[in-house]
């Protein structure tokens, strides 16, 4: 699907084609939607080609032949819902062309983007179109952004599923806590590229940055270390937090196993005992009578809850 917009007094609103300075926003590009980006704006195919694959990394493209410029970053989006109000996190790309024969800024998303409609909204103010660097980096802050609110919703899922541990060791809640290390694997991995896209961004040598610029890109790479910096944080606090009731758990199941050989050794005795009067063995003292087999249950059911007593007190 291919949306066009154009600023008006700081007011972004949709147009229904090509003009002068308008915005081209591509969600879920089917066939007709890259032909157009070829046919209409000029767009080398090898840049349609990294903006629609799915596993591309964030990069900067520059293509010497058409002048045309390619930036692509990694954006996060919820995975799952399992209705437990836990989620998993990705990441998918979000490609930028900047095509110097024409006054449009071009953005291709596989999936749709939340944080690209926030700023195509009737309601954003503040922006114009037609300064595509600008633009650019007003949604590279606002992706900054939505990384730190993922990495607070990730950070509180930690606390809720630790509380929850320490009442119950809860299978559900170790498979969540996977979840949310693997979401974070992900993150710091687009995390490290944006980064390093932001820093080529801010030598001016591929893209020229005007001097208005350049307050706002400090913003953008405050926010990136700033959510680099709490993606480790979160990292360290979990992999603590899974180490931590690893080892519980493991020291549960060693005090489980000492419990059950101890009772084992206990129960065992009179299987040998009653062994030897099996076997008609001559000579066995109170073989005729049953006061005796009376007598030695009873002694170990006893023996069994001292056992038990003793092994709780060294708990």
């Known amino acids: 699907m291919i949306s066009f917009y154009k600023s008006k007094e700081g007011r972004i609103e949709e147009v229904s084609g090509l003009v002068p300075g308008c915005w081209v926003e591509v969600l879920e590009p089917r066939d007709q939607d890259l032909a157009f980006l070829t046919r209409d704006l000029g767009i080398v195919d090898e840049f349609i080609r990294e903006a629609c694959d799915d596993e591309e990394t964030s990069h900067i493209d520059h293509d010497d032949d058409t002048g045309q410029i390619l930036v692509v970053v990694d954006c996060p989006f919820e995975e799952t819902d399992d209705g437990s109000g836990r989620v998993q996190y990705d990441t998918h790309p979000l490609s930028f062309i900047f095509l110097p024969e024409q006054d449009h800024f071009v953005t291709v998303s596989l ?26 980096l007003r949604v590279l802050l606002k992706v900054t952004q939505r990384y730190l609110a993922d990495l607070r919703s990730i950070n509180r899922q930690i606390r809720r599923s630790e509380n929850t541990l320490r009442r119950t060791m809860d299978n559900d809640e170790l498979i969540s806590m996977l979840g949310l290390e693997k979401s974070l694997v992900y993150f710091s991995t687009s995390l490290q590229g944006l980064e390093a896209t932001v820093n080529r961004i801010g030598t001016g040598r591929t893209i020229p940055l005007y001097d208005d610029d350049r307050e706002l890109l400090d913003d953008v790479l405050i926010e990136v270390r700033q959510a680099v910096e709490m993606c480790v944080t979160c990292t360290q606090i979990l992999n603590s937090v899974t180490d931590t009731f690893s080892n519980v758990m493991s020291n549960n199941l060693n005090k489980t196993m000492r419990t059950l050989t101890v009772l084992t050794l206990i129960l065992s005795i009179p299987t040998g005992v009653f062994g030897f009067y099996g076997m008609n063995v001559a000579g066995l003292p109170f073989a005729g009578s049953w006061v005796f087999s009376v007598v030695l249950s009873v002694a170990v059911a006893a023996l069994a809850v001292v056992a038990l007593r003793v092994l709780r007190l060294l708990k």
Do not use: Y
């Open 111 to 136: 999936r749709p983007n939340d944080i690209v409609g926030a700023l195509t909204h009737a309601a954003s103010m503040g922006i114009e179109t037609h300064l595509r660097v600008n633009l650019l």
